[in-house]
């Protein structure tokens, strides 16, 4: 026994083995503790944060946004807690599982790639995020989703700040909607605050006054479970609200005009003439601003943009239309400022005018006979004015046209305004590279052609003739309050004083009142006790040739737009209104009456007295 030991320590072979086999052990234990300093000193920090985020979650407080008021101070956008589905990427474990779950909970398209790609890209990118899915749950939706939580790890429901509009469609073009902030949006945002899930303003008052009403999102750190339970709270950053917008808008004439229109397209507004205020600013059809805010469906959202009445569109800033007759006070009023008419001057309608080769035919076949500017205004006689537009010619008209605000930028206080058009002989000059022809001076006169204006545009034009010559701005925002508390107010703003001749301006205003009042074209406007002054308009849209046809027996494409403006009471205006219908036919039966339903719901409230220079 002692021989064979003493033979394996004198044996070289076994000692250069066990040489290596120390080697080898020395090399192991020097990688764990490499490996062992690499994980506790050099990643340390990593790893620290790591296991934090796998303990502690923070949850954004998104902060309230601000109220928008009308002028009564009743709110028209505000926010209210809402039940939101919200998803933490790090926490979930089979999406596509947890999705098709969700898909049979709550109302939302489980095949939107939006929704998937936003979870997938947020694992990779910011797991610890948390997305909203869906907004404005219903009560039973929420028991539903809490009782397979063990099924959802991913997701869960937290009472989120969210934007609601009382009145529905009512302000919808003038409000506009909040949205989700885009990636490009929270890039380009100048003080990085913008995070995802943010909403913000992407149209109308929401997008033009965002930076006052979007508030500052606060946070909470919270200790989660292993299944990412919220289970303490460790740490809690209140948000702040954001600041508030008040309006010059009458939520009660804004309701009005919506109704007045009904399920017809157009637009109507309603003006303050000495102040420019807008007191109501309608158009139809309209969208639902609480759709976008709870996230709108794409089904939803195709369905508002092929809709061939174009609701998304503001046909009151943004919609052009040939102003028909509601042309022609401004081409009188042309005429006597340039002494080219006289007023007393007649002028005889046989019921056509032929210009050469051309015949124009006056709205009523058998002719007015001889008639002078006043009766040519109330009977709206087409061949009396053919007769000063081949007078006139396109500059005189143009420039007293854009003097009052017709086919220029008024400057309104929302985005997204379109300029209408006056032509004149340079701009068919220079866009058409053709000269001006008489026959198109003709059919000016009657506000065809060339000539397309907006609702707006048409507005500030009547409150023009209104003030006899004021220019105001219009304006929808007349104080703002910000988050920090500052006060900004915005008082009325001239934008010219045009030197027109009293007498012509009370000659105009007695004529337009004719119009209502003295057997005119717009008699279904009158109102008892309150003189209302106005003109209304048929736009043809399409020409048809041979024996003279209805609107109503046309397809409803090519039927006339009906116009109607006007102001009360004539003799100390304080309320101007422009109504417009697409393919409404006369104006006189589609436009007048929904005038006169916003004028009696303002003087409802308004008793008509001495003139009044603070405003409506």
Same mark, same amino acid.
């Given at each position: 026994?002692?021989?064979?030991?003493?033979?394996?320590?004198?044996?070289?072979?076994?000692?250069?083995?066990?040489?290596?086999?120390?080697?080898?052990?020395?090399?192991?234990?020097?990688?764990?503790?490499? +490996?062992?300093?690499?994980?506790?000193?050099?990643?340390?920090?990593?790893?620290?944060?790591?296991?934090?985020?796998?303990?502690?979650?923070?949850?954004?407080?998104?902060?309230?946004?601000?109220?928008?008021?009308?002028?009564?101070?009743?709110?028209?956008?505000?926010?209210?807690?809402?039940?939101?589905?919200?998803?933490?990427?790090?926490?979930?474990?089979?999406?596509?599982?947890?999705?098709?779950?969700?898909?049979?909970?709550?109302?939302?398209?489980?095949?939107?790639?939006?929704?998937?790609?936003?979870?997938?890209?947020?694992?990779?990118?910011?797991?610890?995020?948390?997305?909203?899915?869906?907004?404005?749950?219903?009560?039973?939706?929420?028991?539903?989703?809490?009782?397979?939580?063990?099924?959802?790890?991913?997701?869960?429901?937290?009472?989120?700040?969210?934007?609601?509009?009382?009145?529905?469609?009512?302000?919808?073009?003038?409000?506009?909607?909040?949205?989700?902030?885009?990636?490009?949006?929270?890039?380009?945002?100048?003080?990085?605050?913008?995070?995802?899930?943010?909403?913000?303003?992407?149209?109308?008052?929401?997008?033009?006054?965002?930076?006052?009403? +979007?508030?500052?999102?606060?946070?909470?750190?919270?200790?989660?479970?292993?299944?990412?339970?919220?289970? +303490?709270?460790?740490?809690?950053?209140?948000?702040?609200?954001?600041?508030?917008?008040?309006?010059?808008?009458?939520?009660?004439?804004?309701?009005?005009?919506?109704?007045?229109?009904?399920?017809?397209?157009?637009?109507?507004?309603?003006?303050?003439?000495?102040?420019?205020?807008?007191?109501?600013?309608?158009?139809?059809?309209?969208?639902?601003?609480?759709?976008?805010?709870?996230?709108?469906?794409?089904?939803?959202?195709?369905?508002?943009?092929?809709?061939?009445?174009?609701?998304?569109?503001?046909?009151?800033?943004?919609?052009?239309?040939?102003?028909?007759?509601?042309?022609?006070?401004?081409?009188?009023?042309?005429?006597?400022?340039?002494?080219?008419?006289?007023?007393?001057?007649?002028?005889?309608?046989?019921?056509?005018?032929?210009?050469?080769?051309?015949?124009?035919?006056?709205?009523?076949?058998?002719?007015?006979?001889?008639?002078?500017?006043?009766?040519?205004?109330?009977?709206?006689?087409?061949?009396?004015?053919?007769?000063?537009?081949?007078?006139?010619?396109?500059?005189?008209?143009?420039?007293?046209?854009?003097?009052?605000?017709?086919?220029?930028?008024?400057?309104?206080?929302?985005?997204?305004?379109?300029?209408?058009?006056?032509?004149?002989?340079?701009?068919?000059?220079?866009?058409?590279?053709?000269?001006?022809?008489?026959?198109?001076?003709?059919?000016?006169?009657?506000?065809?052609?060339?000539?397309?204006?907006?609702?707006?545009?048409?507005?500030?034009?009547?409150?023009?003739?209104?003030?006899?010559?004021?220019?105001?701005?219009?304006?929808?925002?007349?104080?703002?309050?910000?988050?920090?508390?500052?006060?900004?107010?915005?008082?009325?703003?001239?934008?010219?004083?045009?030197?027109?001749?009293?007498?012509?301006?009370?000659?105009?205003?007695?004529?337009?009142?004719?119009?209502?009042?003295?057997?005119?074209?717009?008699?279904?406007?009158?109102?008892?006790?309150?003189?209302?002054?106005?003109?209304?308009?048929?736009?043809?849209?399409?020409?048809?040739?041979?024996?003279?046809?209805?609107?109503?027996?046309?397809?409803?494409?090519?039927?006339?737009?009906?116009?109607?403006?006007?102001?009360?009471?004539?003799?100390?205006?304080?309320?101007?209104?422009?109504?417009?219908?697409?393919?409404?036919?006369?104006?006189?039966?589609?436009?007048?009456?929904?005038?006169?339903?916003?004028?009696?719901?303002?003087?409802?409230?308004?008793?008509?007295?001495?003139?009044?220079?603070?405003?409506?």
């Amino acid at each position: 026994m002692t021989g064979r030991i003493r033979k394996r320590e004198q044996d070289p072979d076994i000692t250069r083995r066990s040489r290596i086999l120390l080697y080898i052990a020395l090399g192991v234990f020097a990688l764990l503790i490499g +490996r062992l300093y690499w994980l506790q000193v050099v990643e340390s920090d990593r790893y620290r944060m790591l296991a934090e985020n796998n303990r502690l979650r923070l949850r954004t407080v998104r902060a309230p946004r601000g109220l928008i008021l009308d002028r009564k101070g009743r709110a028209i956008a505000e926010t209210q807690g809402s039940f939101d589905l919200v998803c933490s990427p790090v926490d979930v474990k089979d999406l596509q599982a947890e999705i098709s779950l969700l898909g049979e909970i709550v109302e939302f398209d489980v095949d939107d790639p939006e929704v998937v790609d936003k979870i997938r890209s947020a694992m990779r990118s910011n797991p610890y995020s948390s997305i909203t899915v869906a907004r404005d749950l219903r009560f039973e939706q929420v028991s539903v989703i809490e009782f397979n939580r063990e099924a959802l790890p991913g997701f869960s429901v937290l009472v989120e700040a969210t934007r609601s509009y009382p009145y529905g469609t009512a302000f919808a073009h003038v409000l506009g909607y909040v949205g989700e902030a885009s990636p490009e949006e929270m890039e380009r945002s100048e003080d990085g605050s913008l995070a995802m899930g943010d909403l913000i303003g992407k149209y109308g008052l929401e997008r033009l006054m965002d930076n006052v009403l +979007r508030g500052v999102n606060g946070g909470r750190k919270v200790e989660v479970d292993a299944a990412g339970r919220d289970q +303490r709270l460790v740490e809690e950053v209140p948000s702040r609200a954001g600041g508030a917008v008040y309006t010059s808008l009458d939520a009660d004439l804004q309701v009005t005009a919506q109704d007045a229109l009904g399920n017809r397209a157009g637009a109507v507004i309603a003006l303050a003439p000495r102040t420019g205020e807008v007191l109501a600013f309608y158009s139809g059809p309209a969208f639902d601003p609480n759709a976008f805010a709870r996230g709108i469906r794409k089904a939803d959202w195709q369905a508002l943009n092929t809709d061939p009445r174009k609701p998304m569109q503001n046909k009151g800033l943004q919609g052009t239309y040939a102003p028909g007759s509601t042309i022609k006070p401004f081409l009188a009023m042309t005429g006597l400022e340039e002494k080219m008419q006289e007023k007393e001057k007649q002028v005889l309608c046989p019921g056509s005018f032929r210009l050469g080769n051309r015949v124009f035919r006056c709205w009523r076949e058998k002719g007015h006979g001889a008639v002078d500017m006043y009766r040519a205004i109330v009977q709206s006689c087409d061949v009396y004015f053919y007769t000063l537009g081949l007078k006139l010619g396109p500059d005189r008209v143009a420039k007293l046209e854009k003097a009052t605000g017709l086919g220029t930028i008024t400057g309104i206080d929302l985005p997204g305004e379109r300029k209408g058009l006056v032509p004149t002989t340079e701009w068919k000059r220079t866009v058409t590279k053709e000269r001006w022809y008489d026959y198109e001076s003709v059919i000016l006169g009657i506000g065809q052609g060339a000539v397309h204006l907006t609702p707006l545009e048409m507005a500030i034009g009547y409150a023009t003739l209104a003030t006899g010559g004021e220019v105001m701005r219009p304006r929808v925002v007349s104080k703002v309050i910000e988050k920090e508390g500052k006060v900004r107010t915005f008082p009325p703003e001239m934008l010219r004083k045009l030197p027109w001749n009293p007498e012509n301006v009370d000659f105009i205003r007695k004529a337009l009142a004719g119009v209502v009042n003295d057997y005119g074209t717009g008699g279904s406007a009158k109102l008892p006790g309150i003189v209302v002054g106005g003109k209304t308009g048929t736009a043809q849209v399409a020409s048809v040739k041979g024996k003279m046809i209805k609107s109503e027996d046309l397809p409803y494409e090519i039927r006339d737009h009906a116009w109607f403006v006007a102001f009360a009471p004539v003799d100390d205006p304080q309320i101007v209104v422009a109504a417009l219908v697409e393919h409404g036919g006369h104006g006189g039966s589609a436009a007048a009456p929904i005038v006169k339903s916003v004028m009696q719901e303002f003087f409802r409230t308004r008793p008509v007295g001495p003139e009044r220079k603070g405003g409506a």
